[in-house]
C-alpha cells in the first residue's frame, strides 16, 4: 500500500552496496544506537534472487532504520531498567498488545491477560517490582453522547496507580490506531500538570495501519484519507516531540505490513495472545517454560511486527542501561 506513489514503498528485497545478506547484517552491527523511536528506515529481507519475489524469505523480514540500529534490552537489563518503574498505557488494544509483550519480556512469560476494555492494574509483574497499568480508550461502542472522555479515563489511570512519584520512575504509553489527535495530549499535558506529575516520561505510539478492507458495519479508509492519515501522524510526532515526549513510530512500520493482521475487523491488530501448554510448540516456534510445580495457566504473544516496535519501545526505555557495542 504505496500512500504516497512518489515514495519508498519501504520494503527492499535488494541491497546493492553488499554482497550478500550476512555482510549486510554485519555492517548494520557497526552502526550507533538509535536515538529516537521514529528514526525513519524501511523493512529488509534476504532473496535468492531480488526479481523473483517468491524466492524471498518473508519470515526473516526486519524493519532497519537508515543510518541506526535499535538494540533489543535482555531480560536482565530489562529487569534492572524497569524496577521500581510504574508503567501507565492509555489507549486502544494495539496499546494493550505492546503491553502485554512487555509483561511477557519481564516475566519470562504472560500469566494474566484479557481483552479488557475498561481499567486494569497488575502488580505481579518483575517479581512485583514493575508497577503495570492499563485504560481502555475510547469505547467505540457506546453512544458517542455515553463515551467516557480522555481526560476522565486518564484521571481515572492515574489514581488507580498511585502513589506516583513525579520523575522517570513513572512513565506514561498513549497511542492507538487511528483515534489520537492533539486534542489528546493537549488533554494529556493539563492533566499531569493539574496532577503535578510534570515530570513524568512520556511516550506516544504513533498511528498505526487498519481499516483498510471493507468489513460491513466497520468504516474504510479510501486512499485519499490513507494519505491524510500519514500527515496527520505526521503531525502528532512532531507535536509530541515539541512536549519532549518519546515516540514509537508505528504507522511506517505497520502499512507496508498491512496485509499481515492477525485478527479482528478492523485489521489492525499485529498481534494475537494464544494459551500454551506445558508439551506445546505453537507455530512461532515458541516453546513454553511452564514449571510442572504450578498449575497457572501461561500465555505468549505471538506477532513479530508487535514484537518490533514493542522492543523499540523497550529500547528507548532502557537505552541508558545498554552500551554502543
Known sequence: MQVFPSE??????????VPNWSTYLNLRANLTICTSGDASGRWVLPCTTCSDRKSCFWSEAVWHPYNCRYVVPSKEVLSRCLDGKKILFIGDSTNRGMMHYVMEKLNGSLNQWDKTHDIRVYTNVNKGRT?????????????TNQRPVFDKALYQLIQRSRPLENNTNTILVVGGVHWLATQHLHMLLRAIRVERLHGIRLVMKTLGSGFHQPVEGVHTLSMEDQRKLLLHSMGLAEFAKHYNFDVIDTFNITIPRYKDFLQGKCACHFHRVVDVTESDTNQSGWRNKKNTFSNQPEFHVEGDINAIYSDILLSRL????????
Not at 508497577?131 to 453512544?143: C, D, G, M, R, T
Open 131 to 143: 508497577f503495570v497499568s492499563f485504560a481502555y480508550y475510547p469505547q467505540f461502542w457506546l453512544p
Open 8 to 17: 519508498s514503498c519501504a520494503i527492499r528485497t535488494d541491497v546493492t552496496s
Open 318 to 325: 532502557c537505552g541508558d542501561y545498554m552500551s554502543d557495542r
